[in-house]
């Protein structure tokens, strides 16, 4: 069977758009596909982000490339290294570099993040960001699709983990921002303070007004510790365009005149 082409996806695949900015991304139909998450992690770390513009980031287990091509595309950050652990995922977020024409700007790493120090040199990025499996290995049942179970469920790597790569890989100084359920707020709180990545932002997100938290979006910086601002709350759904908040619609679809 010949390989798809970037722009085409194969039979086992779709070709998604999100954002503002025609960032468009390959999965597969069965497989874990990208949430909201993503959107959200992207927007706080261009917004709350420390690095200077043009300073390199990276992105620990960068799945389809969502949050790298949002921040390069929608938000002008960048150049970004996009680290991922499988290689049929990796596949995909290669070609969906070249549909994006972001092959100057994004950068597709295969890789494991608990071998960072086999990867990248250490101390270079003022940015790492992650959107990294969420559920606990012992946790609820594992999905059966290896892929699926992979992005979800800490198998393969887990929270100490993408903590410990993001202070190896951050200069003195660079921060890391990270999207977690809002259950293991303290763990993570705790696991960054730590390894001297002192929280200085943190943003919890809710379905609907009034409604707990579901996650929790926190930035920490390198060796820097100035204290913690805890942000107002972020609402997902509410009266805006597609049944979201005035603030992530905005984040999602282009305006209407832009549109037209």
């Given at each position: 069977m010949p390989e798809p082409t970037p722009t085409e996806p194969g039979?086992?695949?779709?070709?998604?758009?999100?954002?503002?900015?025609?960032?468009?991304?390959?999965?597969?139909?069965?497989?874990?596909?990208?949430?909201?998450?993503?959107?959200?992690?992207?927007?706080?770390?261009?917004?709350?982000?420390?690095?200077?513009?043009?300073?390199?980031?990276?992105?620990?287990g960068a799945g389809s490339g969502v949050v790298s091509f949002l921040l390069v595309k929608q938000f002008g950050l960048g150049p970004v290294d996009a680290l991922e652990l499988q290689p049929a995922v990796h596949a995909r977020l290669s070609r969906a570099v070249a549909l994006n024409a972001c092959e100057s700007q994004v950068k597709p790493l295969l890789g494991d993040l608990r071998r960072i120090r086999d990867l990248v040199p250490g101390g270079q990025y003022t940015h790492v960001v992650s959107n990294p499996p969420f559920r606990?290995?012992?946790?609820?049942?594992?999905?059966?699709?290896?892929?699926?179970?992979?992005?979800?469920?800490?198998?393969?790597?887990?929270?100490?983990?993408?903590?410990?790569?993001?202070?190896?890989?951050?200069?003195p100084g660079g921060g890391v921002s990270l999207v977690y359920p809002a259950a293991r707020v303290a763990e993570v709180l705790g696991l960054l303070t730590q390894a001297k990545l002192h929280p200085t932002v943190l943003r919890?997100?809710?379905?609907?007004?009034?409604?707990?938290?579901?996650?929790?979006?926190?930035?920490?910086?390198?060796?820097?510790?100035?204290?913690l601002s805890v942000r107002p709350p972020l609402i997902?759904?509410?009266?805006?365009?597609?049944?979201?908040?005035?603030?992530?619609?905005?984040l999602m679809e282009p305006p209407l005149a832009e549109r037209a």
């Open positions: 039979p086992d695949e779709t070709l998604d758009s999100i954002g503002t900015a025609g960032v468009q991304v390959l999965q597969r139909k069965t497989g874990y596909r990208f949430t909201l998450d993503a959107v959200l992690l992207a927007h706080f770390a261009a917004t709350e982000g420390t690095g200077a513009p043009g300073g390199r980031m990276l992105e620990l606990l290995a012992d946790a609820g049942v594992r999905s059966p699709d290896d892929e699926r179970a992979t992005s979800k469920s800490e198998v393969a790597c887990d929270a100490p983990s993408v903590v410990a790569a993001a202070r190896y890989a951050l200069v919890l997100v809710h379905a609907h007004v009034g409604s707990p938290a579901t996650r929790f979006l926190v930035h920490a910086l390198r060796d820097r510790d100035r204290g997902v759904h509410g009266a805006g365009p597609g049944g979201y908040s005035a603030e992530v619609a905005a």
